[in-house]
């Protein structure tokens, strides 16, 4: 529910352009592996396999917004 109102704000504030970014330091490798974690058994319960192939990345954004991409992905990708 968090992330769901997480996510309109972000929307409300991009319409109306006053998107905030935060930028931090994130590790990308240890974000990709928790987020394929966290949908691999809704991958496997579809009869797919999820993997994540990562190598050491810290890289400077917003780590909600790159969670919610990646969410965004995996959840879009697992449904259809």
Do not use: C, M, W
């Not at 997480?6 to 994130?26: I, N, P």
């Not at 987020?35 to 496997?44: K, L």
């Not at 919610?68 to 879009?76: E, F, I, P, R, S």
């Amino acid at each position: 529910l968090q992330e769901l109102v997480a996510a309109l704000l972000a929307l409300y504030e991009s319409e109306a352009d006053r998107l905030r970014t935060f930028e931090d330091r994130v590790a990308l490798d240890e974000l990709v592996e928790k987020t394929a974690a966290a949908f691999r058994p809704a991958a496997e319960a579809n009869g797919a396999r999820l993997t994540a192939r990562t190598s050491p990345a810290v890289i400077e954004g917003s780590e909600i917004r790159l969670r919610q991409a990646l969410n965004n992905l995996l959840d879009n990708a697992l449904k259809h």
